[in-house]
């Protein structure tokens, strides 16, 4: 029997993927069959990454070294139980979103889809290498092509100005935040550097206080700006919605998660001694970032925009875990530390899923009905019955309701933050409940975003299409698939937390109490647990008694009515609740935050213009620092060929003056 | 290197003599107007060149050095001022040279260059013998002359003699002050300069189509706002 080692099942995975990409550029010529050749055999080489994954878990690491351009610069791979974990992540994902892209892009015209197949693979296979990567040039090689490839992909529809805004502005902070990751590990590998920074060089890299210190701060900027965090996220709410939905999905879904991994291996295993204020620090960006995201999903009026924001969101929360996790390590509670971890793991796998479904499903509504503008939108729930029972399932995980996947990780979450007494240090302690009850406040705005994501799109009357159509069989299945995942990890988190444990053993050296049964108890069954399975049979039951019960009492004889109005009959689809007018109460509440822009035009349409404070009061005055800056260099640069040798005349002499 | 004691007494002062008649030769392209002159002075440059690297080779009986100066003799002193001279008579470039200082300015400035060069040099020619004394000097102040033409002139051909003469005064240090470099050193600096020499004559082409002139200052409008 020849026994198939994890490292050379995920390095034939991403090979796999390559060829796939190429081969989809050479079929590009006959469209109908590239889709359904690529796309699906594709999702099977994801499936065969997430079986590398599944046994990286419990496999002792592997190594791997191959020759590379330089001598000194070896391609080095790794795998470990960590990385084992975000390919679990990469390769569920990806396998839905390939099975969702056969039919998502069959009617693209050929030369778009040569490109498109090429790029999606080559962004695959970044993802996958920068997971696998053991050094620092791996990494960042990884790390750029991974960029690059997306930075294409966003900007797919190119003819558009608005893609190629969105396009710039990604380009810019990821490559802003790739300088920050590299400058990172220059300080971080020392001397090794000019080996390509092994990355068992930098285990517990011996470092003073300042240059630790130093070394944080520009990964987790380098990290962030991948991640979306504040105030790096601003490429995020224009990149999905310019994006196609399949990769809209995978940016959503898993780099921004492999930003997190990033931030996992250079905090817990290259740093290793955490300073005290790191963790503070990353959970208040974290608690910015979700309040952030939250407040702007929930005005949005574009599907994938409010999607966006809603990423953001997330990632704030998986931050305010992490920060969290840092803040019980730095005290040296490696049990509580695990918990927050495992939280912040768990939430990572719960986002990719229902993030990848509530994108994926506004793909098929913006092929099904010709738009994701909500206020065109509205009873979709008629026109595409299945997508519309999907989305429903992916809106209510991500709105944190049990018996779903979003629920339990926020509620493990919120276990680690009920912990935090066990503090020694008396200000944190006092302060923590408060960052849990932003926690809470950002998760219970969610919702409203959710209902409102539903509400206006799904329900009610159709504003504006009324020919929509249903998804294909594809998309559908891909769909069904996420769906399935997010019941089966809301319904069963002890089998996920099992699989957490090598992780959490590496990152920490302690695991978590193995899960027994249907009961999810973090610390002990006196103190908190909780039954998916039991909620779930206890809701059923007690809701479907109450619907006899009411149907037995009022349900007869059956009548129906146009939704929603409220017993007035309606005139038009226009008078139902808007998705402006929904999120009306936060507009007022937080006015100076949104600074909205009211106006009516000529056709008595009243128009709300949203603006974006982080651009507004960070990234304007930069740009104008940066153009006066440059004015003032433009004065040097006068044209004329004589004074650029008088300057290099003048370099030549002062600097013979000083070397005498 | 050795040097025999013959040519001690007649051969030294005589390559003195060569590194003032550069330094001369040099000052006189500073004052100079005329595009043509400029570029005579040029070739006798080479010549002058030429002799000192024949010079040396006759005093040290490096064989190799007498191929380096026929060399210099083809390239400095006959081939690169006949190329200049043809492109002068099809570009059709008459006057005078616009100079952007006036001349006597320009000669004062190049005399303060020549003590700074002297002033900078001293260090070096404490550390080398007796015979090379006050070469490098001479060869740096040719060097930093020639910078100066450069950025004084408006038209686009005295620039290509100011760096051409920049690269004859490197040279000269090269041979004088430690008697003879190594052959390959030589052919890559020759190599660099017609290249220089090459990239700049197809300028002159794509400039006279551009603008119909050969005035440097037309290039002042491509630059971007």
């Given amino acids: 029997m020849i026994s198939c080692l994890p490292l050379d099942l995920a390095t034939g995975a991403l090979l796999l993927w390559l060829g796939l990409g190429l081969s989809g550029l050479l079929l590009g010529g006959w469209p109908t069959l590239a889709c359904r050749l690529v796309f699906p055999l594709s999702s099977m080489v994801a499936l065969l990454l997430t079986t590398a994954g599944f046994t990286a878990l419990t496999a002792t690491p592997d190594h791997l070294q191959l020759r590379g351009p330089l001598p000194a610069l070896p391609w080095s791979f790794q795998i470990d139980p960590l990385s084992g974990f975000f390919l679990i992540l990469l390769g569920l994902l990806a396998c839905a979103v390939a099975l969702f892209a056969t039919g998502y892009f069959r009617s693209l015209p050929g030369p778009a889809l040569r490109r498109l197949m090429l790029q999606y693979h080559v962004f695959l296979l970044g993802m996958g290498l920068v997971l696998l990567a053991a050094n620092a040039f791996t990494f960042l090689v990884a790390w750029e092509s991974m960029a690059l490839a997306s930075y294409f992909l966003v900007v797919t529809e190119h003819e558009k100005a608005d893609s190629q805004r969105a396009g710039f502005l990604y380009l810019l902070i990821a490559h802003l935040g790739a300088l920050a990751i590299l400058l990172g590990f220059v300080i971080l590998a020392g001397a090794t550097i000019s080996q390509g920074g092994p990355f068992s060089a930098m285990l517990h890299a011996p470092l003073n206080a300042f240059w630790a210190a130093t070394a944080f701060l520009l990964t987790f900027f380098g990290f962030s700006a991948k991640a979306g965090l504040l105030p790096l996220h601003i490429w995020l709410p224009d990149a999905h919605p310019a994006a196609p939905a399949p990769v809209s999905a995978l940016m959503s879904g898993a780099m921004l998660q492999i930003a997190f991994y990033g931030m996992l291996r250079v905090d817990f295993l290259f740093l290793g001694k955490l300073a005290m204020w790191w963790g503070p620090f990353v959970l208040m960006v974290g608690l910015a970032t979700a309040l952030f995201g939250v407040l702007f999903a929930a005005v949005q009026t574009d599907m994938k925009r409010l999607l966006a924001y809603s990423s953001i969101e997330n990632m704030g929360l998986i931050m305010v875990a992490f920060g969290l996790a840092l803040i019980f390590r730095a005290h040296g509670l490696n049990a509580l530390a695990a918990l927050a971890l495992a939280a912040a793991l768990y939430h990572a796998l719960n986002h990719a899923f229902f993030k990848g479904l509530l994108f994926l499903g506004s793909g098929s509504v913006l092929h099904g009905a010709g738009s994701v503008a909500m206020d065109r939108l509205g009873g979709m729930i008629r026109q595409m019955p299945q997508t519309a029972f999907f989305m429903l399932l992916g809106t209510l995980a991500i709105a944190g309701l049990p018996p779903l996947n979003g629920f339990a990780s926020e509620w493990l979450l919120l276990q680690a933050f009920l912990l935090s007494p066990a503090l020694p240090q008396s200000t944190l302690s006092a302060v923590l409940p408060l960052a849990a009850s932003g926690v809470v406040l950002a998760v219970a705005l969610a919702a409203y975003a959710m209902v409102k994501f539903y509400g206006i799109a799904f329900l009610g009357q159709a504003r504006g299409t009324r020919h929509a159509h249903e998804a294909g069989r594809w998309e559908r299945s891909a769909m069904a698939l996420l769906s399935v995942a997010c019941i089966f990890l809301g319904l069963f988190p002890g089998v996920l937390l099992n699989l957490l444990h090598p992780v959490l053993q590496e990152m920490l050296g302690q695991g978590f109490a193995i899960q027994q049964g249907l009961w999810l108890t973090p610390v002990s069954a006196q103190r908190a647990s909780y039954s998916p399975v039991i909620f779930f049979l206890g809701m059923a039951t007690a809701l479907g008694l109450s619907f006899l019960l009411i149907w037995s009492f009022f349900g007869r004889p059956l009548r129906r009515v146009p939704a929603w109005a409220c017993g007035f009959p309606i005139r038009t689809p226009a008078m139902q609740d808007s998705p402006m007018g929904f999120a009306q109460p936060l507009l007022r509440i937080f006015a100076p935050l949104y600074q909205a822009e009211r106006q009516a035009n000529d056709a008595g349409r009243w128009r709300v213009r949203i603006g974006e404070p982080v651009y507004r009061g960070i990234y304007q005055p930069l740009n104008r620092i940066v153009f006066w800056l440059s004015a003032q260099v433009l004065r040097l640069q006068q044209g004329r060929i004589t004074l650029y040798l008088l300057y290099s005349f003048l370099t030549l002499l002062i600097l013979l003056a000083l070397w005498r | ?225």
């Fill in chain 2, 1 to 225: 290197m050795t040097i025999t004691a013959q040519g001690l007494t007649w051969g030294i002062p005589l390559l003195r003599l060569l590194a003032a008649l550069l330094l001369l030769l040099t000052f006189a392209m500073l004052a100079q107007r005329r595009l043509l002159t400029l570029i005579h002075l040029l070739a006798w440059q080479g010549m002058v060149l030429a002799a000192g690297t024949a010079l040396v080779a006759l005093l040290t009986g490096q064989s190799e050095l007498w191929f380096s100066a026929a060399l210099t003799l083809t390239l400095k002193a006959i081939l690169i001022p006949t190329v200049l001279h043809r492109l002068l008579r099809r570009l059709q470039v008459r006057g005078d040279v616009e100079a952007v200082l006036n001349i006597p300015l320009t000669l004062l400035a190049g005399i303060a260059l020549v003590i700074f060069a002297f002033f900078l040099a001293a260090p070096i020619t404490a550390l080398t013998g007796t015979v090379t004394r006050g070469m490098v000097g001479i060869a740096l102040a040719a060097v930093l002359l020639a910078f100066l033409m450069m950025i004084t002139r408006r038209k686009a051909i005295s620039q290509v003699v100011g760096f051409l003469a920049i690269d004859n005064g490197l040279f000269f240090a090269a041979t004088s002050a430690t008697l003879g470099m190594p052959m390959v050193v030589e052919l890559g600096v020759a190599l660099d300069a017609l290249i220089g020499f090459v990239i700049l004559g197809i300028f002159f082409f794509q400039m006279r189509e551009t603008f119909d002139s050969m005035d440097l200052q037309h290039l002042e409008q491509i630059r971007e706002e």
